[in-house]
């Protein structure tokens, strides 16, 4: 990663000079969402209104949106959302918006233009509409106004469940016919909810992207593709510009496969308490890849070059159907019988089976971190990518604000990167065969990244454990190899706190990522580690849990201030609460046996420093167990059950010391 780290930056005025409107390509962009109740549909209309506005030609744009949870509610959203794009879209583009994101845009307090009052009450009107009818769970007959509409409610039968139904296929807008409030070009707009079975691998987002893939390719087949999650708006209506910057470019490698824009995020607190921003792999680490071969594609905010889902730059591998090939040009109109006819077969669930998508083509299946594991991949074949951080974030995201799912999410993560660091492609054997060697060793860092675990663990625990039973298991302070230690510890905080601090950090925010780091280690990537020795054994099953990006009142507040959020019986919190009793007690009991001349100092000063030092990082779990009384607190029964715990593994450690 320290290579040759790269900062690019764009000009996108200059590229009208370079390329005629008329010529820049076609981009289809795919959003995923799959579950309207931990995904809003308002969220996910509002990602989709934010990239529709886009500062860019407006027939050269189309939409697909992925609908995972099978929902009449997110499909009513979109018909609603596609009426009102008809007038946010000329709104936006005549008073120069550049928050496109209508809810963002109403909560900063903007400008107001004569007919914002206008634009803002159809906003809200919709929004009541949309949130009426996810509040009741379905829709009334009085919501539905055409023919159309009730025939695709239509499908929505006694047996439909989000895991077992037919495909849907809605085609909201269509760029030819319809046209906004002031007589212009809407984009494509399309909704599709691809067929599921239980008895068929759905391959979680990888399958709803190749889905989307080749839905798009039906009907628009655009030479560009945009991956976004439903909660990553627009935050800058001139991202695909900046993306044709490098993708427009005469001289620009004929290998590029994307370019990556990072992941931001609105809505953290001040200290950003979980450390959910994730400077290293969003931001540093991505220079340095920049580098090399190129950073991974972070599951959003990538654009692709839709030929770099067939094959290698050199070696093209051709889809079964010709009309689902990169080159093929769609020329009939989408609403026409034949393209949803296909787009209808492509959809099925049984329509990868057998195939090269998923191995060879397109989004690759076999890891929980698909993004990752298919731009591994991709670099495999001999593409590259490029990081583009322009100053204003493009896009903004949702974290996670609960302890819990903040660790469920990384321990997701870490059996993806477990998947792909140790499958017969791994990045130490493929990767070092097929990938400039830095760049391979980076891939590596990353999928054996929950590995680290071990080490946290361990100096989680055993230094404390030694210390209850008087043993001194590091260098006195005097012997020379104490230093080393001292220079291992310094540096490699030091080295970190630059990183962060040079990457935007503040002290605050640096010193609560060094303590997620640490929970991280004893919870997500233990538990990560475990989960995948079963699931390699055949014992469990893991599948691709949604984060939920639904925040109530409460936990909110809490979250502004910056409290912990325990509050659920999770087995998460119990090594994080057993850490923090161990090294209290630990550390009180060492105090106490220098105090009484049991111990020598300088024999058990490193494990009083790393005693005192976990202590200092488990504060907001000593408050969580006895000082609060809120919601957020930690259950007692997981206080208890650590202390038992603790306790237990402090009579097997002084049996064995
Ligand atoms: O079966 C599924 C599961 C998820 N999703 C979608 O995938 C996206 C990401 O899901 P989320 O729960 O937000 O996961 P995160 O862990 O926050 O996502 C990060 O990590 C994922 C796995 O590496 C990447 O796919 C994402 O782009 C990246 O933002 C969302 O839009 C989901 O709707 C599906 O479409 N189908
Ligand atoms: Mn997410």
Redesign the pocket.
């Known amino acids: 990663f320290r290579m040759k780290p790269i900062n690019r930056e764009t000009f996108p005025e200059n590229l009208i000079k370079h390329a005629k409107e008329s010529e820049f390509p076609a981009v289809d962009v795919l959003i ?4 309207p109740y931990k ?1 809003p549909p308002m969220r996910v209309v509002n990602t989709c209104l934010s990239v529709m506005a886009y500062d860019y030609p407006t027939q050269k744009l189309s939409f697909y949106v ?1 609908d ?1 949870g099978g929902s009449q509610l997110t499909l009513f959203a979109f018909m609603e959302a596609a009426k009102f794009a008809a007038h946010w879209l000329p709104f936006c583009k005549k008073n120069r918006i550049v928050k496109r994101c209508p809810e963002a845009y109403f909560a900063s307090d903007p400008t107001w233009f004569s007919d914002t009052d206008q634009i803002q009450n159809m906003y809200e009107s919709m929004k009541m509409r949309v949130e009426r009818v996810v509040e009741r769970g379905s829709v009334q007959a009085d919501y539905i106004s055409t023919e159309e509409e009730l025939q695709a409610f239509s499908k929505w039968t006694n047996g439909f469940t989000p895991q077992h139904h037919p495909t849907v296929i809605q085609v909201l807008l269509e760029s030819g016919k319809d046209k906004d409030s002031r007589g212009h070009a809407m984009p494509n707009l399309i909704y599709a909810s691809r067929e599921k079975s239980r008895s068929t691998p ?1 391959n ?2 990888a399958g ?1 992207l190749n889905v989307l893939l080749r839905v798009s390719a039906t009907m628009t087949n655009a030479p560009i593709v945009l991956t976004l ?3 990553m708006f627009s935050n800058d209506p001139q991202t695909p510009l900046r993306a044709l910057c490098y993708l427009l470019d005469p001289h620009m490698d004929p290998r590029l496969a994307f370019v990556q824009f990072p ?1 931001y995020f609105h809505g953290l607190n001040k200290d950003d308490t979980y450390a959910s921003e994730l400077k290293y792999p969003f931001q540093i680490d991505s220079h340095g890849m920049d580098g090399l071969w190129g950073p991974v594609h ?3 905010g990538g654009f692709f070059r839709r030929r770099a889902f067939f094959g290698g730059p050199f070696s093209f591998v051709a889809p079964e159907n010709p009309e689902l090939s990169p080159d093929h040009v769609p020329n009939k109109p989408i609403r026409s019988k034949e393209v949803l006819s296909l787009a209808y077969q492509v959809a099925g669930c049984n329509f990868d089976a057998q195939t090269k998508w998923g191995s060879k083509m397109g989004y690759r299946y076999g890891s ?5 594991y298919t731009s591994y991949r991709l670099h495999c074949e001999g593409w590259r990518s490029i990081f583009c951080h322009p100053k204003r974030a493009a896009f903004l ?1 949702d974290v996670p604000v609960t302890l819990n799912d903040v660790l469920y ?1 990384i321990m ?2 870490s059996m ?1 990167l477990l998947e792909v660091g140790f499958s017969k492609n791994s990045p130490l054997t493929l990767g070092l065969w097929s990938l400039n060697p830095f760049h391979a060793l980076c891939f590596t860092h990353y999928s054996l990244w929950p590995i680290s675990g071990i080490p946290i663990t361990t100096y989680a625990f055993l230094p404390q454990l030694a210390l209850l039973n008087s043993f001194s298991i590091f260098p006195k302070v005097s012997d020379p190899w104490f230093f080393m230690y001292a220079f291992l510890f310094l540096g490699a905080y030091a080295q970190d706190f630059i990183d962060f601090m040079l990457a935007g950090g503040t002290i605050q925010r640096w010193w609560n990522s060094q303590r997620m780091w640490i929970l991280r280690g004893v919870s997500s990537f233990s538990f990560g580690l475990v989960e995948y020795l079963f699931k390699s054994l055949g014992l469990t099953k893991f599948g ?1 849990n ?2 939920s ?1 639904v925040v109530d009142n409460e936990q909110g507040k809490r979250y502004e201030q910056g409290i912990f959020e325990f509050g659920v019986e999770s087995q998460m919190f119990l090594p994080i609460t057993m850490a923090a009793i161990i090294n209290l007690v630990s550390f009180v009991s060492g105090i106490i046996q220098v105090l009484s001349n049991g111990l020598r100092f300088e024999d058990v000063f490193t494990q009083l420093f790393i005693a005192g030092f976990g202590v200092l990082n488990s504060w907001p779990v000593y408050e969580a167990m006895v000082l609060r009384s809120d919601k957020g607190k930690l259950p007692t029964n997981i206080t208890l059950t650590s202390v038992v715990l603790s306790w237990l593994l402090y009579l097997v450690s002084s049996w064995a010391f």
């Open positions: 995923c969402t799959a579950d995904e992925s995972d759905h979680y987002k709803a999650d439903c909660d992941q972070m599951g959003t929980l971190v698909e993004d990752f995201g999410q997701r993560w993806g691709f949604v984060t990006k």
